[in-house]
């Protein structure tokens, strides 16, 4: 929750390709909505991805995470591009993010799906499925079958070749995620649905068995289980019955996924991974777009909506959250619209004048 002295040291990582463009929109953001809310920041900015590659030869120098860690809370850009594809050390720049998501220990991964009324049209679904909907995927992201062990490729005595992994969860790493769920549907709507496997998966078995012992915890949420296989269709057939979903590393990856595609707009999509104590790695679900790096084209709301996630989720600061969330439906009221977005009767601009009339936005909404 937020600190009484409201002053924040925020850890920026502009990274690569469109990122640094996108990032200083949201600093901005941050920055107007600070002094009218009387919050003050210390902005740090480090390296990371393929910069911090040609920099450092590392994805992710040392110093990068120590300031991290010691941070209130992370808003990182995008990371990657064609040049660090195929490098001689075969170092990714994605293995930065990686190192960095294990190093802040952050096992929730929140990805929100909102289908913004003015935007309804980029949707995959058709305009009355997808009219409203507005739910949070709360994906567990550093246990599961992606990590679990043994694992590997081997040979079978007839000299068959057989692959092989890992579904582990304990109780305690299925209470913290299931806890961050019930706390983020309290803020919502009051639901909750857990996505599990639990017909056919023992791993599921016990995540269900838990994730129900604890609702007696959280008496004002409304909770429901689903099968995966049926969520999967559920979200297509009818996302708005869903508020907030908790789920597993493996079906939280598919899940979040199909359910961006409900709104059809990888520019306004934010996230937000929350550990238990330190601070929160807050980011646009949008890579670093190599293709329009440079060109002024970049969507800067995925990312000044991350800013707004971490202020509500990161800093316990809910009417500055909240001030940006209005800032930037106000803007989209307003017509103004990067190209990917664009539709006949809008105002096709840059992101530096989108940020700025996010900026116009949030001072008349004072
Ligand atoms: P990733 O880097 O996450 O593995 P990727 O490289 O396939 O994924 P992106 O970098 O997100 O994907 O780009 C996919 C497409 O979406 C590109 O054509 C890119 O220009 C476009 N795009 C992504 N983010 C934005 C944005 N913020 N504004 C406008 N266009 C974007
Ligand atoms: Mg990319």
């Known amino acids: 929750s937020a600190k009484s ?15 640094p463009e996108v990032i200083s929109v949201a600093k901005d953001v941050l920055l107007r909505v600070g002094s009218l809310e009387g919050i003050k920041y210390e902005f740090r900015e480090m390296l990371l991805g393929g910069a911090a590659f040609d920099a450092t030869g590392v994805p992710l120098p040392d110093e990068t995470l ?7 809370a992370v808003l990182l850009g995008a990371i990657g591009g064609y040049k660090w594809d195929n490098n001689e050390k075969h170092l990714k720049p994605e293995t930065g993010l990686l190192q960095l998501r294990e190093g802040l220990q952050v096992f929730a991964n929140l990805r929100p799906a909102t289908v913004f009324p003015q935007l309804v049209d980029a949707s995959t679904l058709k305009r009355e499925v997808a009219e409203g909907v507005d739910l949070m995927v709360v994906r567990e992201l550093t246990g599961g079958i992606y990590f679990g ?24 790493e299925i209470d913290r995620i299931a806890r961050v769920a019930f706390k983020i549907a309290q803020k919502r709507r009051g639901k909750l649905c ?17 994730v129900l012992a604890l609702a007696q915890e959280y008496p004002d949420v409304e909770l429901s289980h689903m099968y995966v296989d049926n969520a999967s269709m559920q979200l297509i ?31 306004m999509l934010p996230s937000a991974s929350l550990g238990d104590s330190g601070p929160g790695l807050f980011e646009p679900i949008h890579g670093s777009a190599p293709d329009i790096a440079g060109q002024d084209k970049a969507n800067p709301f995925a990312t000044v909506l991350s ?3 971490l202020l509500r989720y990161g800093l316990g600061e ?9 800032a930037v439906v106000d803007t989209l009221n307003r017509g103004f619209r990067t190209a990917d977005i664009y539709s006949a009767g809008t105002k096709l601009v840059g992101c530096k004048q989108l940020g700025e009339e996010i900026l116009k936005s949030v001072e008349s909404n004072v």
């Open 318 to 326: 809910e009417k500055a959250a909240k001030r940006i969330e209005t």
């Open 237 to 267: 057939r009818y996302p708005k019955q869903f508020d907030t979903i908790v789920t597993n590393n493996i079906f939280g990856d598919i899940l979040s996924d199909e359910a961006s595609m409900i709104t059809g707009s990888i520019g």
């Open 149 to 172: 062990k043994p694992r590997g490729i081997d040979t079978n005595e007839n000299g068959e070749e057989f692959g092989y992994n890992t579904e582990i969860y304990s109780a305690h």
């Open 194 to 210: 857990s996505v599990d496997k639990a017909n056919v998966l023992e791993a599921s078995m016990l995540w269900r068995k838990r």
């Open 66 to 72: 120590s300031v991290a860690k010691q941070s209130d």
């Open 5 to 19: 002295n409201r002053s924040y040291s925020i850890t920026l990582l502009p990274g690569d390709g469109i990122g």
């Open 307 to 309: 800013a707004a996630m």
